[in-house]
């Protein structure tokens, strides 16, 4: 959420900077509606001091023994005040929902350092890491290979739940379970974060205080019977483990990691990635998530970046980040770099990660703020979180940048402790 205080001030510039994502945002509606609430604010105010007022008189009078008649004008008139006051609160509260409301639905700004650009072919490539394979014989997808080593059984997962879910068999399930722990113990042995096992089901405001709600409601699975939705990633819990409180800055940056189950309807998606694992209603994901001084969050977003991009080195998978331009930014990010994988069978890098600075967005939404100092006011703190990694598209880099010939595939040796020793999967 941004500041109204800044919007008011800085009214052309941020509509400036907003505009950046892709087209003009009019900021007059908002600045209209939050003069109205302001007008409503000092109408109250001036309607209680005069009852407080009036109040202090009535009692004067009753001491003075003054006329039962004049006293009770004068408890007319406070009367009358205060039912002034309380239509003028009602209309205040409505007044203050939306101001709310329109704040909400307002993205964050772009970092100044953020391309220029409208769409991903305009992204920035930072970096490229590692020797994409060459094959002797055409690779094959990762769905069809998952099908031929019997570890991937898309057309039972379809029958057990539908469209764009995943059953994995043998080996494959032991690969992301694998992939999973290795993960996890790559970042919190080896990189320093604590690890979290949240709650996959959260309720509005935490949906609110990250910003999937209230904008992008229909790509949520809301559970019925109460307000509660699936997570679309472990961001949203693990970041609402601190919402409402105030963090000693000497605690920071907190670094947790967490992995969890996703849920995404991929609304609007349908015929893109129909096949195998790139774009499911369910997936396995590792997120890491960072509370940080606002002075000190880009750099740990580089730092995050380059925790993410450990997985893939560990790996040997080959990758490229991208810095994404302002029209491809998400909803609530000021920076993001893509990690993308290197993909045989579609000729092309994919997205495995998105590592993002918010910096004080979802601060604002979920009200989590730290302490700079002893006795120091609270200020808003920065948030940040990027995939470390996506487990199934890790797996879909795994099978087909290390397939051969034969139909095999190569464990690559960071995992070959977490697979039992495999050293390869071979068709059954």
């Known amino acids: ?42 109408e109250v105010e001036s ?17 003075k023994g003054a006329p039962e008649s004049e006293v009770r004008a004068f408890l007319a008139e406070n009367q009358r005040l205060a039912d002034e006051i309380k239509a003028r609160e009602g209309r205040l509260a409505e007044a203050e929902k939306q101001v709310e409301e329109m704040l909400l639905l307002l993205p964050n700004i772009p970092h100044p350092s953020t ?36 570890i991937l059984d898309m057309k039972r997962a379809a029958k057990i739940a539908g469209a764009r879910f995943a ?47 209230p904008k992008f409601e229909q790509d949520l699975f809301r559970v019925d019977g109460g307000d509660y939705f699936l997570i679309p990633t472990a961001e949203v819990p693990v970041t609402n483990i601190h919402r409402e409180e105030v963090i000693e800055g000497a605690e920071l940056p907190l670094k947790y990691t967490a992995y969890t189950p996703c ?18 209603h369910q997936f396995n994901k590792v997120e890491l998530v960072k ?22 080195q560990r790996l040997g998978l080959p990758y490229r980040v991208a810095a994404l331009c302002a029209g491809d930014l998400g909803f609530a990010s000021a920076k993001t770099y893509d990690l993308e994988v290197w993909l045989p069978s579609q000729d092309a890098y994919r ?21 700079p100092g002893p006795g120091a006011k609270p200020e808003f703190v920065h948030t940040l979180n990027g995939s470390g990694l996506a487990v199934g598209r890790t797996v ?33």
């Open 167 to 213: 059953l994995y068999r043998g080996a494959g399930a032991l690969l992301e379970r694998a992939l999973i722990n290795f993960m996890l113990d790559l970042h919190t042995t080896g990189h320093g974060y604590t690890e979290w096992l949240p709650p996959f089901m959260v309720n509005r405001a935490a949906m609110t205080g990250t910003g999937q709600l």
């Open 351 to 371: 997205e495995i990660s998105s590592c993002s600075n918010f910096e004080d967005f979802q601060a604002r939404r979920a009200q989590i703020r730290f302490r």
């Open 115 to 150: 391309p220029e650009g409208r769409t991903p072919e305009e992204n920035e490539v930072v970096r490229t890491w590692g020797e994409r394979p060459a094959f002797g014989f055409a690779p094959k997808a990762h769905d069809e290979l998952g099908a031929a080593l019997g």
């Open 263 to 280: 849920f995404r309807s991929e609304a609007g998606s349908y015929g893109q990635d129909t096949r195998g694992l790139i774009r499911l």
């Open 396 to 428: 879909v880099a795994i099978l087909e940048n290390f397939q051969r010939e034969d139909g095999s595939v190569v464990i690559p040796g960071a995992l070959r402790p977490y697979m039992r020793g495999m050293e390869a999967i071979r068709p059954r």
């Open 1 to 42: 959420m941004l500041d109204i205080r800044r919007i008011r001030s800085e009214a052309e510039a941020l509509a400036r900077a907003l505009a950046r994502r892709g087209g003009p945002i009019d900021l007059a509606p908002l600045l209209e509606a939050d003069a109205r609430r302001r007008d409503l604010i000092q």
């Open 291 to 312: 509370f940080a001084r606002p002075e000190t969050s880009y750099a740990e977003l580089e730092s995050l970046t380059r925790d993410a991009e450990a997985v893939l």
């Open 47 to 63: 309607r209680v001091a005069d009852s407080r007022k009036r109040s202090k008189q009535i009692g004067e009078l009753k001491r």
